[in-house]
């Protein structure tokens, strides 16, 4: 399973698009991108997965460049709900049933 | 809407007691999961069960067993609490390949609420 990294913590604005970005260099070619969000004193919850170019859901936008050697999950517009912690995952999901979770992000949003 | 439910929120025991967490879910997945969460170590894998019966060591299995003799419930037992136990444990279950829905990928695990065990 590719190792991930992400930043650790990151701040915003009630109404400002978040883009949190994952570095995965040694991703496979069966792997795909899948990104969970922990609220506080919940267990995680899956909110998208990719594999390229680019990923819409209600929740977020999942955007993945060629290489996909990175890719960047996009909040738009996010609230105070949207403080969380963030998860990147890169693993085949088709051929394993196991999720290696990182320390994922912190986001904070502030009134 | 999937629902995996754990036995308690929180609970308190002593050195040396045997804990049972256990952990039910609704939709008839195959998989299912325990893991620890802990301050900067984000959440780690304890064991899992891909059938009934069925069980392979996840990533920290030391100090703990686990049971699954009924495909919707998987108990996660300490045999002798130690301290160092004293952390978030989260219960999830997933699909699997036979149990995999159209435009869904089987490995998307959905988690419980968590149990906060402390062992004093």
């Known amino acids: 399973l590719a190792k991930t990294t992400q930043p650790i913590s990151m701040d915003s604005y009630e109404g400002q698009e978040v883009n949190i970005t994952c570095s995965h260099n040694?991703?496979?070619?069966?792997?795909?991108i899948t990104w969970y969000q922990q609220f506080p004193s919940q267990g995680p919850r899956f909110i998208i997965q990719g594999y390229k170019t680019k990923v819409t859901n209600e929740v977020a936008s999942l955007f993945i460049p060629a290489d996909r050697k990175s890719s960047t999950l996009s909040l738009p517009r996010v609230s105070l709900s949207d403080t969380a912690v963030y998860y990147c995952l890169v693993g085949d999901p088709y051929n394993t049933d196991k999720l290696i979770f990182g320390t994922g992000t912190r986001l904070q949003v502030f009134p | 809407d999937v629902k995996v439910t754990q036995s308690s929120r929180y609970l308190v025991k002593r050195t040396g007691e045997k804990v049972f967490l256990e952990c039910v879910q609704d939709?008839?997945?195959?998989?299912m999961f325990w893991y620890r969460q802990d301050p900067g170590l984000g959440l780690r894998l304890i064991y899992f069960s891909y059938d009934v019966k069925m069980k392979e060591k996840g990533d920290i299995p030391e100090g703990y067993s686990v049971s699954r003799e009924k495909k919707e419930r998987f108990s996660l037992i300490l045999e002798s609490a130690s301290t160092n136990q004293t952390s978030m444990y989260l219960c999830?279950?997933?699909?699997?390949?036979?149990?995999?829905?159209?435009?869904?990928?089987?490995?998307?695990?959905?988690f419980g609420p968590g149990t906060r065990l402390t062992v004093l």
């Open positions: 040694n991703i496979a070619t069966n792997d795909y």
């Open positions: 999830a279950s997933s699909p699997g390949p036979r149990g995999q829905l159209a435009g869904s990928s089987y490995n998307e695990q959905f």
């Open positions: 939709m008839d997945h195959e998989n």
